[in-house]
């Protein structure tokens, strides 16, 4: 795998229209790469993944993943100012075992699906810190949440099999913490939700740019994917699942900016 960082300058007006519109940052990124062998998959075949870093100023960093190693060639229009690498990523990808330990950051758009069942009536389970839905009178004081069912069947009627956003930060960090047991090899050792900037915080530089961990758009698309921004530290307990979760993503919104998971050695 290959690690990439692309600086674009807010000042430009194409650099704006990109961080402005995640499919048009996704265009300009997969410039990197060929057109794949089935139209339209260049992203999964390439194993591209990015995410916008936050700043304050008018230089904003793009880190961009990928399994083939990217022959970046962008336009002279002052989109694209600055590019660092690619750089192979051996040494991170030699240090997944059973146990590593690595500090993480991963920006992601945690979804649920709506079952039919949550649709028949009230179910008041309770929600516990390792993701279960329990009864809440079973569940010691420590490990309690808060989060509770409720009933589902007006707000989300028609809604059966749909995927639907999850915003409280209870709820994203289980998620969160679901991903990693039972999909992608890992569990949490400390996880937190990185909060949001409030709007007379960011001046005239835009939301997604000083704090990405808000909603994505896609203006042509008429796509929104609300987001969050996890930082914190995770033990590997399935090395083979972690590479492949690493080397995939978590979550969807894949194309758009979320799932790419950053790590650094404890």
Known sequence: MYLSRLVLDLRNRSARRALADCHELHRLIMMGFPQAEERGQARAEFGVLFRVEATTTSSVPVLVQSLDRPRWAFPEDGTVVRIDGPKPLDAIEAAIASGSRFRFRLRANPTRRIHQRALQGADLSELDTSGTWRDA?????????????????????????????????????????????????????????????????????????????????????????????????LRVTDAGAFRNGLAGGIGPGKAFGCGLLSLAPV
């Open 137 to 233: 009178s079973t569940i010691p004081l420590h490990e309690r949440t808060g989060v509770v069912r409720r009933p589902a069947k007006e707000e989300h009627a028609g809604m059966a099999g749909k995927r639907v956003e999850i915003r409280r930060e209870e709820e994203r960090l289980a998620w969160l913490a679901r991903q990693g047991r039972e999909r992608l090899g890992f569990e949490l050792a400390m996880a937190r939700v990185v909060p949001g900037l409030d709007a007379g915080d960011l001046g005239r530089v835009p939301a997604a740019v000083a704090n990405p961990a808000g909603v994505l758009r896609s203006w042509d698309r008429r796509l929104t994917l609300a987001t969050a921004l996890f930082e914190g530290e």
